[in-house]
C-alpha cells in the first residue's frame, strides 16, 4: 500500500514537473539567442568564411563588393555603387542640414566622394548611430558614426566586422580569452564601481579590436588612421548656439519627418533639457518620460522631482514611470546574458527590461555625447607629459591595465594634439570615455530599444569645443548649454540643473 502510494506521488510529481517545463519551454520559444543577439546588430565576413551556421540563420544576408553583410532585425541600410565606388551604410543616419533627405539620399551624395578628404568632410555633418562600409577607387574602409555608438569590433588578420564582440565570437567558435591584466581589472572593485568603464581599443579578448572615435579601418592595409578635422569657420558665439540648435532641433525633425515613434527622458541635467529646447515646436510628436527607480542614486529622485515640474508646468505627455523593483525576470535575464561576453547588470537594467516589455520599436532620444562638450578635467595646458596627463585626467592608480591603455593612448595621440592645438584631455574623453563606455549602454539597450543622440555629430562637437571654456564648466553653470536654451525656450531655466533636493522640494 505504501509503496503503491509512493508510486501515485512521484507520478503526480513527475506530470507536475512536466508540465512546468513544458510551460517553460513555451514561453521561451520566441526568445532563442539566435533571434536576440542579432537584435539591432550587424555582422560583415569575407564571403569565403563560413564557420557556425547557428549564427547567422534566419539572419538577412546581401552579398556585396566580395563581402557578406548580416543584418539583423530593426537596421536600416543601403547599398550603392557607382563607377569605381561602393558604399553599404548600417543604422540610422540622418543629415541635419537637410532633415528630409533619406537614406539612400544621403548615400547617394557620399557615394560620388572623389578623396577620404572629401567623404569625412561630408559626413562630418551627419548624426546618427550608423556603420559605412566604403570602396573608394580600391580603397575599402569603415568608420562609424561620431562618437562610435554602433560599434565596430574587428578581428585582428581577418575581415571580418560586427557590432558585437559576442558575435564574432560565436561566429569563429572562439572561446573567451581574457589577458591577465584584464581579468586582474575586471575582478577589481573599482571596475564594478566604474560600472565597466574601459581604457584601450580592443575587446575582453585581446585579438579583437575596436575602432574609436574620430578613426577608420583601411581593411586592405590592415590598420588604423585619423579622421580629419574639418574645424568650422563660424566664430562669432551667438551664431555657434544658433547652428548647435539648428543640428539637434533638425535631427528630431527628420526622425518625425520618418514616422518614427519616439520617447524621451526628462532628468535634472543640462543635457535633456537642451533637447527640450530644441524640439520646442515638435512637443506634441514625443512621449517624454522619467524612470523614478529608487535603488538608483540619490541624484534620481532629485530627476524625478525636476522631471515633474518641467512636465506639469508645460502639459507634455509624460509617463512617470516607477520601478520598485530590480530584480530582472528569469526570461529576461538569460536574453539579456547571452548578448554579452560578460553581462553588465545594475539597477537600470531593469529599466532596459522596461523598455524591452514595453516599447519595443521606438526610438529613445537621449543627451548621450553631450558631456564631450563639458570641460571634465578643466584644463588649460598644452600637455607634452605622460605624467601631467594621467594627473590631468585623474588616473593616479597603480592599475597595471589601466596605465598600460592610457600610456599607448597618450603616445599615439599627444603629437597630433599639440600640432592641431587640440586638448588631449578633451580628446581622450571624447575617444575612450564617450567611445568606449558611453556606447555600452546603448549597446545594451539593443535588445529592447534604439537609442539616438542629437549631440552625437562632428560639427557640433567642434562648433561647442570651439568656444570658451569659462562657457563650458561647471562653474558657470554651463554657460553654453544655458545659452542655447535662451534662444529656444527660456522659460525652461525656471529650475537650474542639477538643484539640490532642498532647493526644489
Not at 91 to 99: A, E, F, K
Not at 294 to 317: E, M, R, T
Amino acid at each position: 500500500m505504501i509503496l503503491k502510494l509512493i508510486s501515485i506521488i512521484v507520478l503526480v510529481l513527475f506530470l507536475v514537473l512536466n508540465i512546468i517545463r513544458k510551460n517553460h519551454f513555451d514561453n521561451f520559444t520566441d526568445y532563442e539567442p539566435k533571434n536576440y543577439i542579432f537584435k539591432n546588430q550587424y555582422l560583415i565576413v569575407h564571403e569565403n568564411e563560413n564557420e557556425n551556421k547557428n549564427v547567422i540563420n534566419d539572419i538577412y544576408k546581401i552579398n556585396f563588393d566580395n563581402l557578406n553583410f548580416y543584418i539583423g532585425s530593426d537596421l536600416e541600410f543601403y547599398n550603392n555603387q557607382k563607377g569605381k565606388n561602393k558604399i553599404f551604410i548600417i543604422g540610422l543616419v540622418i543629415d541635419p542640414l537637410n532633415y528630409k533627405r533619406t537614406i539612400e539620399e544621403i548615400g547617394n551624395n557620399l557615394i560620388t566622394s572623389t578623396n577620404i578628404d572629401n567623404l569625412f568632410n561630408k559626413v562630418q555633418n551627419l548624426s546618427g548611430r550608423f556603420t559605412i562600409y566604403f570602396n573608394l577607387n580600391g580603397n575599402k574602409i569603415i568608420f562609424n558614426d561620431c562618437c562610435a555608438l554602433k560599434r565596430i569590433f574587428y578581428l585582428k588578420n581577418k575581415v571580418v566586422f560586427s557590432s558585437s564582440e559576442k558575435i564574432i565570437l560565436n561566429f569563429f567558435n572562439l572561446k573567451k580569452n581574457i589577458p591577465k591584466d584584464k581579468k586582474d581589472y575586471i575582478n577589481s572593485t573599482r571596475y564594478r564601481n566604474s560600472e565597466f568603464k574601459w581604457y584601450d581599443n580592443s575587446g575582453f579578448n585581446e585579438n579583437i579590436k575596436l575602432v574609436l572615435p574620430n578613426t577608420y579601418y583601411n581593411i586592405e592595409n590592415k590598420n588604423i588612421k585619423r579622421i580629419p578635422f574639418f574645424f568650422p569657420n563660424i566664430k562669432d558665439y551667438n551664431q555657434i548656439c544658433q547652428r548647435i540648435s539648428d543640428i539637434i532641433g533638425n535631427s528630431i525633425k527628420c526622425l518625425i519627418f520618418r514616422n518614427y515613434k519616439l520617447i524621451q527622458p526628462i532628468t535634472a541635467g543640462s543635457d535633456s533639457r537642451v533637447l527640450l529646447s530644441c524640439v520646442k515646436q515638435n512637443l506634441k510628436n514625443i512621449n517624454f518620460y522619467i524612470f523614478n527607480n529608487n535603488k538608483l542614486k540619490n541624484s534620481a529622485n532629485v530627476d524625478a522631482i525636476v522631471a515633474k515640474k518641467i512636465l506639469n508646468k508645460f502639459n507634455l505627455n509624460f509617463k512617470d514611470i516607477k520601478i520598485k523593483n530590480d530584480k530582472l525576470s528569469d526570461k529576461f535575464k538569460i536574453l539579456y546574458s547571452q548578448n554579452h561576453v560578460i553581462p553588465r547588470i545594475l539597477p537600470k537594467t531593469k529599466n532596459i527590461e522596461y523598455h524591452f516589455n514595453n516599447n519595443l520599436g521606438k526610438i529613445n532620444i537621449n543627451g548621450n555625447c553631450a558631456e564631450v562638450l563639458k570641460e571634465y578635467f578643466n584644463n588649460s595646458d598644452l600637455i607634452k607629459s605622460f605624467e601631467i596627463f594621467r594627473l590631468k585626467i585623474r588616473q593616479k592608480n597603480n592599475i597595471n591595465y589601466i596605465q598600460k591603455s592610457i600610456k599607448k593612448y597618450f603616445e599615439e595621440n599627444v603629437n597630433f594634439c599639440i600640432k592641431n592645438n587640440i586638448d588631449i584631455c578633451n580628446l581622450y574623453y571624447w575617444e575612450l570615455q564617450q567611445g568606449l563606455w558611453g556606447s555600452l549602454y546603448p549597446y545594451e539597450q539593443d535588445i529592447a530599444i534604439n537609442e539616438f543622440s542629437p549631440f552625437n555629430n562632428r560639427s557640433l562637437l567642434l562648433l561647442g569645443l570651439s568656444t570658451e571654456r569659462k562657457n563650458r564648466t561647471s562653474k558657470s553653470g554651463y554657460k553654453l548649454f544655458q545659452d542655447i536654451i535662451s534662444k529656444n525656450f527660456p522659460e525652461l531655466m525656471f529650475i537650474k540643473f542639477n538643484p539640490k533636493i532642498n532647493e526644489i522640494i
